[in-house]
Nanobody, 124 residues
Framework: QVQLVESGGGLVQAGGSLRLSCAAS????????MAWFRQPPGKEREFVAA????????RYADSVKGRFTISRDNAKNMVYLQMNSLKPEDTAVFYC?????????????????WGQGTQVTVSS
């Protein structure tokens, strides 16, 4: 069974930074793409960033490109999301997820396992 536990969320002022971490357990981690999604208050869950199983390929939502960086450490079963220049519109619950493919994927349907989420709140 795959378990994902996110951490690192919190309250930050606009322009600040946060680093989210996702600890994964289970045998499939190193052979699967991973991603971060987020769900703003009252809105649908949306794609943020994804990384291939090797870490060699990444993809970002246009809204975070140039500000967020996704990375992974397969030896530690960890995925990270470095978030810089945060904006109030980044406020959301952030989720990490494991894909059913080794390649980068941006749609929720490609992700089989999800964490419980971590709250990120950006004040203006």
């Amino acid at each position: 069974q795959v378990q994902l536990v996110e951490s690192g969320g919190g309250l930050v002022q606009a322009g600040g930074s946060l680093r989210l971490s996702c600890a994964a357990s289970g045998r499939i981690f190193s052979k699967n793409a991973m991603a971060w999604f987020r769900q703003p208050p009252g809105k649908e869950r949306e794609f943020v960033a994804a990384i291939s199983w090797s870490g060699g390929s990444t993809r970002y939502a246009d809204s975070v490109k140039g500000r967020f960086t996704i990375s992974r450490d397969n030896a530690k079963n960890m995925v990270y999301l470095q978030m810089n220049s945060l904006k109030p519109e980044d406020t959301a619950v952030f989720y990490c997820a494991v894909a059913n493919t080794m390649l980068v994927a941006t749609t929720r349907e490609r992700y089989d396992y999800w964490g419980q989420g971590t709250q990120v709140t950006v004040s203006s």
